[in-house]
């Protein structure tokens, strides 16, 4: 995985970095071809339309940060909302996370993992009216995949197509796309990868119109030139202000639409945004909740991808204060090329006596849940409505409750020892690399505090975002924190950077077994050996203490209770089509 994606954060604390674009194994549990289209066919059957019970106009605010609408280049989370809208994927996000038809009413994948048709429903149509074909998936794909495009996507989601090598060589112009017909997709994999039909419903494998394929222009930030296929399209764009989008009629579901129009304000800092929804000029303001007074963090363990705000049948939400998990993991790196760090039992050691719970709760200020190993809430397992999170802490992860201070010093002690440090003599000052936003110096200073019990010393080389990145990826830290959000309902996403060809490496981790295991997972042949591969590989990174995980993030944001059918995904995405205020 090669890919960086900025994320502004809970409570407009700090930028973050991380990545991740694997998605969760296909729903069929064979490669036979019978098999497919029996649980295909379950997959994509149409529900019942059911009449709106409201529509709704909404003034929203969920950050400020705003940069392109291009699917192959957004980087942030309010920019892959609003594609949300403007663009619908092959297939599509449910509203508990789950995978749902999109464009594509159903794809099958051949017996040898090779092939993926999908086929696409009838008379599909761009907001201007005009005949979308399979010809745009294949355009829009190809100017992912053309290395003059600079997408941080393409290797992540189209590396393991075939022709993609050659295009980043020079000696290809296009990936293996094929179109039989107009509605019909054939797409030629180099390896079999449970992950490709789920990746499809990230906003960068888009389609784009065919006027703009070619060209690096700007067309989708003007109302006159944004053609799109989501439920709604651009009405409005003012640069640093606000950017409105109003209903699609051409959308393929339009009778099943209840939002008129959004308007995704662009300024003001949060304070102000906070005392605007407090005065009653937003439907929605990211931000602005009380940590301390949430539910029990645990239960969100167990709620699926996606948070829908309460039905009508269920009643109007009696706080306008919401919560929900997000698929990102605070960890610190540790650099192996660094040579007390090379030692396993160093590594072990500086883990080990973290309070994470102190961290959470004290640190980070009630904002984050501990975390004990790399995946976090919100990714499923092998069942149907399972946790990897949940069967990890079954089966694997060490549970909190075990975990005592005074026992982790004393082991933590005795494991340097054993490496020649005793009480830390003998290991250089630790220097940790952060950047100067939200929490990240508290609990750098933290780390600093509780390493000084084992007697190693630790300093803080505190730089600004611009140099952080390139610092962390040259190596030049022994300690750095990272955060990794997963795009896709896929433990892939997050564990494959661990592996010693995963250019995002930066903790220059490298294990024969674990890369193994991760291999293995990328071709299994069924689900349950998928999942039993990759807990298995998660554990040897917490046994091997590749990295530190410290903390999984949520999202709290302030919400009308009146408001209905608000979609909230893990990746930090929202989705609005069906948001209604009843009539």
Not at 201 to 218: C, K, N
Not at 456 to 478: C, L, M, Q, T
């Amino acid at each position: 995985m090669k890919r960086r994606y900025l994320w502004t954060a809970v409570l407009g604390i700090s930028l973050f970095f991380f990545t991740g674009c694997s998605g969760r194994a296909p729903v069929s549990e064979e490669q036979e071809t019978e098999v497919q289209e029996k649980e295909t066919e379950e997959l994509f059957q149409e529900e019942e339309e059911d009449p709106l019970l409201g529509t709704a106009d909404l003034q929203v605010w969920l950050g400020s940060d705003f940069r392109t609408l291009d699917p192959a280049k957004t980087l942030y989370n309010t920019e892959k909302t609003v594609l949300r809208h403007l663009y619908e994927t092959l297939l599509v996000r449910g509203d508990e996370g789950e995978t749902e038809p999109g464009q594509a009413e159903s794809y099958e994948v051949s017996s040898d993992g090779l092939t993926v048709t999908f086929h696409l429903r009838d008379d599909l149509k761009w907001s201007d009216g005009s005949a979308l074909t399979s010809q745009n998936f294949i355009d829009a794909w190809n100017r992912l995949a053309n290395p003059q495009t600079a997408s941080p996507y393409a290797e992540d989601l189209l590396g393991n197509v075939s022709g993609f090598a050659q295009m980043q060589s020079g000696e290809g112009e296009s990936l293996a796309l094929s179109a039989p017909d107009e509605q019909t997709l054939v797409i030629e994999l180099v390896s079999p990868d449970f992950s490709f039909p789920e990746n499809c419903t990230l906003t960068a494998l888009s389609p784009i119109p065919e006027d703009e394929a070619e060209t690096g222009s700007e067309w989708m930030l003007s109302p006159e030139t944004a053609v799109g296929n989501g439920p709604m399209v651009l009405s409005e764009y003012v640069p640093g202000d606000h950017l409105t989008l109003v209903k699609n009629p051409y959308y393929w579901h339009e009778s099943q639409v209840s939002l008129t129009s959004i308007t995704f304000l662009l300024n003001g800092s949060e304070e102000e945004n906070l005392a605007r929804y407090e005065n009653g000029e937003l439907d929605l303001f990211k931000g602005g909740v009380n940590w301390t007074e949430a539910a029990d963090w645990r239960e969100y363990h167990k709620r699926p991808a996606a948070l829908a705000s309460p039905s009508e049948e269920e009643g109007m939400n009696d706080t306008d204060m919401v919560y929900a998990p997000l698929s990102a993991t605070y960890y610190f790196l540790l650099n192996l090329d660094k040579e007390p760090l090379k030692d396993q039992r160093v590594r072990q050691a500086l883990s080990m006596v973290l309070d994470r719970r102190y961290i959470a709760d004290v640190v980070m200020e009630g904002s984050v849940e501990p975390a004990w190993s790399f995946v976090g809430p919100g990714i499923s397992d092998a069942k149907e409505g399972s946790s990897f999170l949940e069967t990890g802490e079954e089966t694997y992860v060490p549970s909190e409750a075990a975990w005592n201070q005074e026992t982790a010093l004393a082991q933590a002690a005795d494991l340097l020892l054993q490496a020649g440090y005793p009480g830390g003599e003998g290991i250089p000052e630790v220097e940790i690399l952060t950047n100067d936003e939200g929490y990240h110096l508290d609990l750098a200073e933290y780390l600093i505090e509780t390493w000084s019990a084992l007697g190693i010393h630790a300093s803080i080389r505190e730089v600004n975002w611009s140099y952080f990145i390139p610092h962390r990826g040259a190596g030049a830290y022994w300690a750095s924190r990272a955060v990794w959000m997963m795009d896709t309902d896929d433990p892939l996403s997050l564990l494959w950077q661990f592996t010693s060809q995963s250019p995002d490496n930066d903790g220059r981790y490298a294990n024969e077994e674990f890369d193994r295991l991760m291999t293995e997972a990328k071709s299994a042949q069924d689900r349950e050996t998928y999942y039993q591969l990759l807990h298995e590989g998660e554990q040897l990174l917490l046994e091997d203490a590749a990295a530190v995980p410290v903390a999984f993030y949520r999202e709290g944001w302030r919400q009308h209770p009146g408001l209905m059918g608000v979609i909230h995904y893990s990746d930090g995405t929202w989705q609005f089509k069906a948001a209604y205020y009843p009539f």
